[in-house]
């Protein structure tokens, strides 16, 4: 081979390499980002950044474990305002543009902390005109977080001031501070796609002079992110199935599209007030020259010494996101940072049965005979039913396909032949392993259908729907005609429907007890312990569970010693008489109260209680697990202070967690003595960065992809959730 040849391939063989090099490529994940000059600010792993506006390298501006957010430039360019954790919550702090120490403006306590659909409380909005205060948004007066207020602060410090409006979340002034263009309500973070229901932002003008208010955007979806320039307010909605900015034009009232990306939205634009927009794309930043309408992307590159993308072994005992327990208590089953485990009650190693890092793994459930586990995941990008052998020795089979909605609640039939689960968009369908078909049980456009339970016998499937007039209504699926068969007609709130095992009754909760507080404050009053238990006698000749009961003489007989019970009925089959069933149903002798969480086993029934619910202290009581006995017509306490609990095929055993530590009872009356303690220490997992989505980046797709409302139900044609995941999984640092 000559040498020139030698030559050419050493060098394609360098290239290569260096296009394959990571470290050089574009930055994605770039978050919150504004625009003043030759500048761009960003959030990047939790910490503020800037770069050169027309792209380039990125330079650090904050450092710290808690997250900086939501920069906005000084009008001179000078300071950056943002929202930190510096002290536990959020506050407001301004820092020099070119880097510095961070110096807080608010003290007041924030709100928090706060679920991802609220976002931050204290969020930075920008600056008045003259640079002299920072505006920012607070929930410090608000009832809740969508009706939080704007307020102003100065550089200077001091007292913070509302500016007049009662309620505002998003805002901007205009050029000399006498109006703002803002929306009264607040519901920036929620995941709702497509939304067209009366929280739906609309944009207002206010004027600060004479505190008149005049509607200026009132479309059917949201819209958001007001920014003003000149004389034309821009702004972001999803009117046209993505969220794209637009334009109003103050003197025309006439409102123009401005962008039109049909497959990523558009995410927190932000305006220098002179012609340009920065916003979110894809991950990427985006500016717009609002002279000429076109936007560019920004290519940066934040410097990274790639520690959060070495693999590593890390306990993931503080992360569970649910337990279960095998059919008879020998092992807890427990799904954490998306892996699914088993954990010994005693003696023996804990098995991690997937080791999907580069999946969510959630929801699992043991089969009743024990040689399968079923569970939810995402690993073909979207949620699907899979089963895996107990021992995690073979790879797990996937049971379903054509999934377009998150799925939830897996519950085996007690024949192991079917499984129950419910998705996103309010159904209730059945998996059978016979002839590997998914049937639609029922569907709602009232919520989901969370309280589904299969019988002992005969394969019926029994929950609630919420009626037309909010009301619970229970119903019993029969398999044979595939109807849904009324047992409460919906005038009071029923739920929670839990199988006699023995398959004589169905028991439920409802709210039908009133007997409310009163005040002492102008005697309001408040309902309060208003659920009871019921039964439903499932068939006509089914005697009254709880006969009146009286102390009688035993008559002795001949060689007897009068406690004879006679011959065994025979077995009756399974069977239920759905004509009057509805008239067939009976209090059980439970005092009412803030129940929930029903199951009934052979002679009792297992239920938690609650105490009064609060706004702003902790609740009156804790909860507590509780056992009623049929034969003593007596509930006794089994766990206080519980978070959750889960229990045995059989019926014999119960785990709870109580104050973050997880143990196994006996479902005895004296199971609190029975208490055995589980050690979750060998909850270990393999973290590898590049591959894991164990974040809401993947149920943010799924809810992009999946979740509409009003009329807007067909196909987007948007990317699958696991295209839309994979562009940006490989960025993802910092505070994981």
């Not at 929930?139 to 939080?148: D, L, P, Q, V």
């Not at 004296?670 to 303690?677: I, M, Q, T, V």
Request: some cysteine; glycine content about 12%; charged content about 20%.
């Amino acid at each position: 081979m000559s040498s020139s040849r030698l030559l050419v391939r050493a060098l394609v063989g360098v290239a290569a390499l260096l296009l394959a090099a990571p470290s050089q490529a574009q930055t994605k994940l770039l978050r919150f980002p504004a625009i003043h000059g030759d500048r761009v600010a960003f959030t990047y792993a939790g910490d503020i950044w800037t770069a050169p506006a027309a792209g380039g390298t990125a330079t650090r501006i904050t450092a710290h474990p808690g997250m900086e957010v939501f920069a906005h430039f000084s009008p001179d360019g000078k300071w950056i305002a943002f929202t930190g954790q510096y002290d536990g919550d959020e506050q407001v702090y301004v820092v020099p543009s070119t880097g510095g120490v961070p110096k807080q403006l608010t003290f007041y306590p924030a709100r928090g902390p706060l679920t991802p659909r609220w976002g931050w409380d204290n969020q930075v909005y920008g600056w008045t005109p003259d640079g002299k205060k920072v505006v920012f948004r607070s929930g410090r007066e608000s009832w809740t977080m969508s009706n939080t207020r704007l307020f102003t602060v100065a550089m200077t410090g001091g007292p913070s001031e509302p500016l007049p409006m009662p309620e505002a979340g998003a805002g901007d002034l205009n050029a000399d501070g006498s109006q703002v263009v803002y929306s009264p309500i607040f519901r920036d973070f929620r995941p709702e796609k497509r939304y067209g229901g009366g929280m739906a932002n609309d944009l207002f003008l206010f004027n600060t002079k004479t505190n008149d208010a005049k509607r200026i955007i009132d479309d059917v979806r949201s819209d958001r992110d007001p920014m003003w320039i000149g004389n034309t307010i821009y702004f972001n909605s999803d009117r046209g199935g993505t969220f794209n900015l637009y334009g109003y034009d103050i003197a025309s009232a006439k409102t123009t599209p401005i962008t039109r990306s049909g497959t990523w939205d558009v995410r927190w634009p932000s305006s220098d007030h002179v012609s340009r927009i920065v916003y979110e794309l894809n991950g990427e930043l985006q500016v717009l020259d609002t002279k000429s309408g076109k936007s560019s992307a920004i290519s940066i590159t934040v410097p990274d010494d790639g520690l959060w993308k070495r693999p590593s072994r890390i306990s993931v005992a503080r992360n569970i996101e649910g337990f279960s327990v095998s059919p008879k208590g020998e092992r807890m089953l427990l799904t954490a940072r998306g892996d699914i485990f088993t954990v010994p009650i005693e003696k023996g190693p804990t098995r991690n049965l997937t080791r999907s890092s580069g999946a969510h793994d959630r929801e699992a459930e043991w089969s009743p005979d024990g040689s399968r586990i079923a569970f939810i995941s995402d690993r073909t990008g979207e949620e699907e039913l899979y089963v895996v052998d107990p021992m995690g020795e073979k790879a797990p089979e996937q049971l379903t396909t054509g999934g377009s909605a998150q799925r939830f609640g897996l519950q085996w039939s007690p024949d192991g032949k079917r499984i129950a689960f419910r998705d996103k968009d309010g159904k209730l369908y059945t998996y059978s392993f016979d002839d590997k078909k998914v049937t639609t049980v029922a569907s709602t456009l009232r919520g989901q259908i969370g309280d589904y339970e299969w019988s002992a016998k005969g394969g019926f499937l029994a929950f609630s729907i919420r009626g037309d007039n909010g009301n619970g209504q229970v119903f019993i699926w029969s398999p044979q005609d595939r109807q849904l068969h009324a047992v409460t007609d919906g005038v009071f709130n029923a739920y929670n429907p839990a199988w006699d095992p023995d398959g004589n009754y169905l028991y439920f909760l409802s709210d039908r007890e009133f007997a409310p507080q009163i005040a002492r404050f102008e005697y309001n009053y408040a309902a309060n312990r208003t659920t009871a238990i019921f039964a439903a006698a499932l068939r006509k000749n089914v005697k009254h569970p709880f006969p009146p009961q009286s102390d009688e003489v035993a008559v002795l007989t001949d060689g007897g010693t009068g406690t004879g019970t006679g011959a065994k009925p025979a077995p009756v089959e399974f069977s239920i008489d759905f004509d009057g069933l509805v008239s067939r149903i009976t209090r059980v002798p439970v005092e009412a109260d803030n129940l929930g969480g029903l199951s009934a086993l052979k002679g009792t029934l297992v239920f938690g209680v609650n105490g009064a619910g609060y706004n702003g202290r902790a609740p009156d009581r804790p909860r507590q697990l509780k056992l009623f006995t049929f034969k003593d017509r007596k509930a006794t306490t089994l766990v206080e202070n519980v978070g959750g609990w889960a229990i045995s095929a059989d019926g014999s055993k119960i785990i709870a967690s109580a104050g973050g530590q997880f143990a196994l009872y006996d479902a005895t009356p004296a199971g609190a003595n029975s208490r055995k303690a589980i050690s979750t220490a060998g909850l270990v997992v393999d973290r590898v960065p590049r591959s894991g989505t164990r974040s809401s980046t993947r149920c943010g797709a799924a809810t992009a992809t999946t979740s509409t409302w009003g009329t807007c139900t067909a196909s987007t044609g948007r990317p699958s959730a696991s295209a839309m995941k994979g562009g940006c999984r490989m960025w993802r640092t910092g505070r994981t």
